[in-house]
């Protein structure tokens, strides 16, 4: 018998986070940056935020303070970055 599979928890967006998505997602990273560079609180908009900086020291740094935030899924990918 098989078992039946949860669907995948839908969470919803602010719209800052559907702004800095839908700019990353366009390749615009200084859009990101704008958006969430003071507001990156929560893991996904840290996240995001490791995705749109350019300079890669301070990508290190944030990549860091996401993984040991233990923030799931974004903190094993974080690890996996480092």
Not at 22 to 50: D, I, M
Request: proline share 5%; charged share 30%; glycine share 2%.
């Amino acid at each position: 018998m098989l078992k039946k599979r949860r669907a995948p928890r839908l969470i919803a967006m602010t719209p800052e986070q559907e702004h800095a998505t839908r700019a990353l997602f366009e390749g615009n990273r200084l859009q990101v940056e704008r958006l969430l560079r003071k507001r990156a609180q929560t893991p996904y908009e840290r996240w995001l935020l490791v995705c749109a900086v350019e300079d890669e020291d301070e990508r290190a740094a944030l990549l860091q303070r996401v993984h040991q935030s233990g923030e799931q899924p974004y903190a094993d990918l974080a690890w996996a970055m480092l």
